[in-house]
């Protein structure tokens, strides 16, 4: 049984920096993505990251240059670093992965739909 849990998050002041883990249990080496997502109040999840197995990456505009997303697979551990905060920034952020069998470019971001498994998500709030 897969199972995603995030950590790190918190409330930071506008210009802070976070880093959130995501540790993947029952979820070994895949050639499917794992990325990030957040969901602020009355807004739809967005897709923020998303990362393959080789290390190929992309990222929604918005945080381009400001958040970084990698992987230790030794540890199943999944990172998204995250700095220059912004007041906009605030939301739950999610883990996901798709299962393996699944193929992921890494070259654009996959739809909510695309992914199989789901952490409870970790809250980021920023402060102005």
């Known amino acids: 049984q897969v199972q995603l849990v995030e950590s790190g998050g918190g409330s930071v002041e506008a210009g802070g920096s976070l880093r959130l883990s995501c540790a993947a249990s029952?979820?070994?080496?895949?050639?499917?993505?794992m990325g990030w997502f957040r969901q602020a109040p009355g807004k739809k999840r967005e897709g923020v990251a998303v990362i393959n197995r080789h290390g190929l990456t992309a990222y929604v505009d918005s945080v381009k240059g400001r958040f970084t997303i990698s992987q230790e697979n030794t540890k199943n551990t999944l990172y998204l670093q995250m700095s220059s905060l912004k007041p906009e920034d605030t939301a739950m952020y999610y883990c996901?992965?798709?299962?393996?069998?699944?193929?992921?470019?890494?070259?654009?971001?996959?739809?909510?739909?695309?992914?199989?498994?789901w952490g409870q998500g970790t809250q980021v709030t920023v402060s102005s």
């Open positions: 996901a992965a798709q299962r393996h069998g699944t193929y992921c470019s890494g070259t654009y971001l996959p739809a909510p739909y695309e992914y199989n498994y």
């Open positions: 029952g979820y070994t080496y895949s050639t499917g993505c």
